[in-house]
């Protein structure tokens, strides 16, 4: 060290340090990037977790154990593997494989650790199985059998890559720039880590969406048949009380009444069978569709369904033929025509316009009811919103259901 000077060798030792404090700094951020990411996935399999086991229990209460372990190995696992899990393994209690996104593995013994250990203390566990691969396990309630365990395997190679790059970064820009290094190696780690986080953060965010349409979609439904059911068993036990001494025209008035409440629940049930339908479809199989026949088909309908409101069709002569599903359609202008009666007064008209334009054809339903305020516009194609969402309010109906 005799040939260097006490300024050089001052520089070098200052440039260790900053290379070494610059180092410990990134390290220590990666380090709390990655518990909030591990974290947030763990929480989003807890999540699922709980959701395949309402999904189970409602199987199994319908069909049995049988129904339920198809439950699990057909929709539970498709679902989960949607979401992102690379791997996706139920057990029971004794760790046997009851779904498996290998079919093959089924009835197998699973030796995996982080199963073994949630059986045994009733934990969620967290393991690495790889540097990028995670294995996240929670208990889980087997209908008709003791608990068992739910294991999902997520990569998430961008957190591994990521803290690799900030690595590299921290340790070259403490070697170029010695002063500059640390607000630089700070400023880029906290960059790229936090895009990763937010990634993250999104996906958690889609999930909790779903969440909060289940609960929508769920309390609509309980509301909407809450009233047609109350009424018809409302009649009937009105009819078994009276007995014999009902005269028969109030026999024929309460069962005709119970007769519209069930139309009304068919109505009902055919309109969530048909939008699962359209969900689960996606893909859309054209075939020609006459607009003037479908409009007359939908007035013939709705003028039987609601004798009180006038029907009229604007369909001019020489439209085009539409390249689409014909019942998807027809759904879709019910939906809306349906609609119009509810917030239309008796005696009014509803009526179904078309226009043709360059390259598409518009469809246009307009009715005589009090209209949308416009600061209610926003909520019409939000799944299953309401403008009334109040129990008490007048016209019923599921809202706009997701697409």
């Known amino acids: 060290m005799r040939g260097i000077s006490f300024r050089a060798r001052a520089m070098a030792l200052v440039g260790l340090c900053v290379l070494l404090v610059g180092t410990a700094l990134v390290l220590i951020e990666s380090g709390r990037i990655r518990e909030l ?5 763990a929480a989003q399999v807890a999540r699922v977790a709980r959701h395949v086991e309402e999904g189970a229990t409602k199987a199994y209460l319908s069909g049995g154990r049988e129904a339920a372990l198809a439950f699990l190995r057909q929709e539970a696992v498709h679902e989960v593997l949607s979401l992102g899990a690379e791997k996706v393994i139920i057990t029971d209690g004794a760790r046997k494989i009851l779904a498996h996104s290998d079919p093959a593995l ?34 889980l309630a087997i209908p008709g059998g003791p608990p068992g365990a739910f294991e999902a395997e997520v990569d998430i190679p961008a957190l591994y890559s990521t803290i690799a790059t900030v690595r590299r970064q921290a340790l070259l820009a403490s070697l170029i720039v010695l002063t500059v290094a640390l607000p630089l190696t700070s400023w880029s780690a906290n960059r790229l880590l936090g895009r990763v986080y937010d990634r993250e953060r999104r996906a958690s965010e889609r999930l909790r969406e779903a969440e909060r349409l289940k609960s929508d979609l769920v309390a609509a439904v309980s509301h909407e048949f809450r009233t047609p059911l109350a009424a018809i068993i409302g009649y009937l036990r009105t009819l078994l009380r009276s007995g014999l001494d009902a005269t028969a025209e109030e026999r024929a008035a309460f069962l005709d009444s119970a007769e519209r409440q069930a139309g009304r629940l068919e109505r009902l049930v055919e309109t969530l069978l048909a939008t699962a339908g359209i969900e689960r479809a996606g893909r859309v199989s054209p075939e020609p569709v006459d607009l003037a026949e479908l409009g007359e088909d939908l007035r013939r309908e709705f003028s039987a369904r609601a004798p009180a409101h006038r029907f009229e069709l ?7 033929q539409l390249a689409t599903e014909r019942e998807k359609v027809h759904l879709i202008l019910a939906n809306l025509l349906d609609n119009a009666i509810k917030f239309s007064p008796p005696g009014s008209t509803v009526s179904l316009a078309a226009e043709a334009r360059p390259g598409e054809i518009r469809l246009a339903i307009a009715d005589e009811g009090p209209g949308i305020a416009p600061e209610k516009l926003r909520t019409l194609f939000r799944p299953f919103a309401q403008l009334d969402s109040s129990a008490t309010r007048k016209a019923g109906g599921l809202g706009k259901a997701p697409g």
């Open 314 to 320: 604007a369909l001019p002569a020489g439209l085009p």
């Open 106 to 139: 089924v009835g197998r013994i699973y030796s995996g650790e982080e199963v073994a250990e949630v059986l045994e203390s009733g934990r969620p566990v967290t393991g690495a199985e790889t540097a990028s691969e995670f294995a996240f396990a929670v208990p």
């Open 37 to 41: 990411i591990l974290s947030e996935r």
